[in-house]
């Protein structure tokens, strides 16, 4: 049985904007001389637009250290973490993604990384009465994108990746997971 995350009939629409559009079209023509320069230019800015297509209602987080379990090694340096936190001088609750920028183009073990992530940022919401039924995560080259869920303290890998040449259907992936933390954070 194949496992979907986001079936294409519930993402919401989203479509990216011409800034966004133009600066992944200028990125790709300039290109990438490192694992850095692809998170400044393509990870950096998706996650931008998405915060400007929320009214910058959450914060995103770049290069922070996470330490929720030392002894079990759930610490470490997380690229790119959203938070509905407004302070950005360190990490804080509701901690409500992971973004693990592959290294070396290596999405299965920014993936791998990206969990241990995702179990260290449940630990920290759970220690400030922050209690999401989910958690996604997110390991990607800048280019192409893979989904890690952590749900009843299971982890699960979507099998589907995505790929920045659809923009639209990964914004509006990114779309289905911020509702769903908005949902969570402020029950109706």
Known sequence: MRNIFFAKENLPELTASQW?????????????????????????????????????????????????????????????????????????SPIINITEEAKKQDIESGSIQCAAQLIAADIINKQDNYNFTTLFGCATTGTEWRFIKLEDKKLTLDIDRYFISNLNELLSIWQLIMNKAISEVNPV
């Open 20 to 92: 966004l559009i133009e600066t992944i079209e200028r990125s790709m023509k300039i290109g990438f001389s490192s694992e850095k320069s692809r998170s400044e230019r393509l990870v950096s800015t998706i996650l931008t637009e998405l915060s400007i297509q929320n009214n910058e209602s959450f914060t995103i987080y770049s290069s922070m250290f996470i330490n929720a379990d030392e002894l079990r090694g759930l610490n470490g340096e997380c690229d790119f973490m959203l938070s509905f936190s407004k302070i950005q001088d360190f990490v804080m």
